[in-house]
């Protein structure tokens, strides 16, 4: 199993920066892939950025150019650099672990952490 915790959410104004991290713990060797995704209220969940053990990267076409997402491989870290904040990107972001489970691959989930961006 894999545990994952957030960290770095906040309010920041609209034009502003912020940085989102996570940590994974447990049986992280089994992990495939790590990624971002985000629920605003009365909307699905939906991805933000997802980023290989092999360091390829996929946006969510609402954040393309504008987040960046990485990874520590060694520290089971992964980041979110958001840039450029619009108030439509107030939402719960929660990290998620795509983990191989023998021929079955399983998704595991963070708590959330809350960002807001309000002037």
């Known amino acids: 199993q894999v545990q994952l915790a957030e960290s770095g959410g906040g309010l920041v104004h609209p034009g502003g920066s912020l940085g989102l991290s996570c940590a994974a713990s447990g049986s992280v060797s089994n992990i495939n892939a790590m990624g971002w995704y985000r629920q605003a209220p009365g909307k699905q969940r939906e991805l933000v950025a997802v980023i290989t053990r092999g360091g390829a990267t996929h946006y969510g076409t609402s954040v393309y150019g504008r987040f960046t997402i990485s990874s520590d491989n060694a520290k089971n870290m992964v980041y979110l650099q958001m840039n450029n904040l619009k108030p439509e990107d107030t939402a719960v972001y929660y990290c998620?672990?795509?983990?191989?489970?023998?021929?079955?691959?399983?998704?595991?989930w963070g708590k959330g952490t809350l960002v807001t961006v309000s002037s």
């Open positions: 998620n672990a795509d983990y191989q489970d023998g021929l079955e691959l399983v998704d595991y």
